[in-house]
DNA sequence: CACCAAAAGCACACTTTTTGCTTTTACCAC
DNA sequence: GTGGTAAAAGCAAAAAGTGTGCTTTTGGTG
C-alpha cells in the first residue's frame, strides 16, 4: 500500500495531476483518511517519497583511485541534486520541522563518501575525512542549490573537490566533530 | 494592511494561537480572501515574513579590524540563524517553489560581508573576497543548520573563520563566479 | 477455524481555500 | 471640491481539503 502511494505520488510529481491527498489517495486506490494516518500532512509523505527517491541503492562505483573515484561520484550527486527535480526533492525533505529525513538525507551523502574513503584506504591511499568533503564541497553546493537561483555545475563541483585534495588544510579537520 | 499581517504572523508564530490564513486574518483585522489573494499560500506569506525579519537593519559594527569585524558579525550571525525560531525562518523562506527570497536571503548576507570586506580594504587590509567567505564558513554553517539535528556552535563558526583567514588559498577563489 | 490487532474503508463534520460580485479606497483630472 | 477610474478589500457562498468515530477487512496465531 505503501507502495502504491508512493508510486502515486511520483506519477503525479513528473506527470499533469495536481499533487494533493485526495489526488493522491484517487491515483492509489485508497481513501485519503488512509494517507492522512499514516503520514498525517502532504509534506511528511513528500519528504518521505523524496527520502526513498535519495537513498543510494549501490555504492559508488570502484575507478581504481580515490580521485576518480571522487569525481564521477560527484558528478552524479550534482547532475541529481541540481536538476529541477532534484531542487524539489531537496526542498520537500527540508519543509518536515523534525530534522529526521534531512539528517538521514546527509547520511546517505555521508555513506557514500565513507565508502569511497575507506576503499582508498584499502588500497594505501591518504583520502581527506569524511566531514572534510562534507564541509569543502557538498555543503557549498548545496548553499547554491538552495539559496541561489542558478544551480552549481559539475565544473564548479571539480573545484571544490581539487581544492580539497589540493589543501586538505588544517589542523582541526581531522578530528570528527562535524555531522554524523 | 501588509504590515498589519506581518504583524499578526509574528505575534501567532511567538505567542499561542494556531498558524493558519483565518486566523492570521482574524488577528489581523483583514478577511482571508484578502491574503488569499495578495500572498496566495500561507508559505508565500510565512517566506515574506521571514525575509523581512532576516533584513538587516544596521551595518556591522566597526571594530577596528578584519578579523574582529568578521567574528562579532558571525557570532551574531549564528546565534540567529542556528536558534530554533533561526531555523524555522530559513524554512519557511526555502519553502517556496520560486528560489526569490531564498536568494535575496543570501544577498544580505553577501552584502553584509562585502561591507565588512569594503572597509577592511580601505583600512589597507587584505581581506578574502566576499565569495570565499561564502562558500567556506556560511554554506558549512548552512548545512549544518538545515540537515543536522544538532546545529553549529559559535566555537565552530570560528574555525571555520580562522581556517579561512589562514589558509585563504586556491588560485580559483580571487575570481568572482560564485553567486551574487 | 476462531480470535485478535493493525490497517483500511466509509461517512460525515469541520476547516480552509477559492471565486464572483460588490464596496471601499486612493489617486488624478477637471 | 467633484467626478471618474483602477486597484484593493469585503462579503458570501461554493468547492476543496482535512480530521475523526465507527465499521469492515486483512493477516497472522493459537
Redesign the pocket.
Known amino acids: 500500500?505503501?507502495k502504491a502511494v508512493h508510486r502515486a505520488v511520483r506519477e503525479l510529481q513528473a506527470g499533469e495531476g495536481?499533487l494533493?491527498?485526495?489526488?493522491v489517495?484517487a491515483r492509489a486506490?485508497?481513501?485519503?483518511?488512509?494517507?492522512?494516518?499514516?503520514w498525517?500532512?502532504?509534506s511528511q509523505l513528500l519528504s518521505d517519497v523524496a527520502l526513498e527517491k535519495l537513498r543510494p541503492e549501490t555504492a559508488p562505483v570502484d575507478t581504481g583511485s580515490l580521485k576518480g573515484d571522487l569525481i564521477l561520484w560527484l558528478e552524479q550527486y550534482v547532475e541529481e541534486m541540481a536538476s529541477a527535480p532534484g531542487r524539489a526533492m531537496i526542498r520537500d525533505i527540508l519543509r518536515e520541522t523534525l530534522p529526521g529525513n534531512a539528517s538521514q538525507c546527509s547520511a546517505f551523502t555521508y555513506g557514500q563518501i565513507e565508502h569511497i574513503h575507506a576503499r582508498a584506504l584499502d588500497r594505501g591511499e591518504l583520502p581527506p575525512p569524511a566531514e572534510l568533503l562534507l564541509e569543502r564541497v557538498i555543503a557549498p553546493l548545496m548553499y547554491r542549490i538552495l539559496f541561489t537561483p542558478a544551480p552549481p555545475t559539475a565544473e564548479e563541483a571539480r573545484r571544490l573537490l581539487d581544492e580539497v585534495l589540493t589543501y586538505p588544510l588544517g589542523e582541526g579537520n581531522t578530528d570528527a566533530t562535524a555531522n554524523k
Chains 1, 2 share one sequence.
Not at 486506490?29 to 499514516?38: A, H, K, L, W
Open positions: 500500500m505503501q495536481e494533493t491527498v485526495p489526488a489517495a486506490g485508497v481513501t485519503p483518511s488512509t494517507i492522512y494516518r499514516r498525517g500532512t502532504l
